[in-house]
């Protein structure tokens, strides 16, 4: 069982049911999110609605996993060292999470 955790909890509902309809056709979504150095835990970066439907529809999402370093582009004059460390935590948000068997 891997656990995604959505970007935020809040979501439109007529939106969502829009991308229901849509997954219905077009099948399941590939989300790009990375591994937060936990076992069966990743962090979703994109498409809270899509998980949400996927979830509705009981379809497994693809998962496309990206270091975190690539998550932040260079910005010029930023003098950093980045690592493919796995970030522990998010400033105490309370995402909602969304549980999927992935293959």
Partial sequence: MTTVYLLHNHFDSDHLDAVVKEMKVLGAPTIRAYELG???LIQAIEGCHRLRA???LGIVPNIELIAASDLIS???G???DWSDEPIE???GLDNDNINFNLH
Avoid: A, K, Q, R
């Fill in 54 to 56: 996927c979830e509705v």
């Fill in 78 to 80: 930023l003098d950093c």
């Fill in 89 to 91: 935590s998010i400033g």
């Fill in 38 to 40: 936990f076992d069966g």
């Fill in 74 to 76: 260079s910005v010029e």
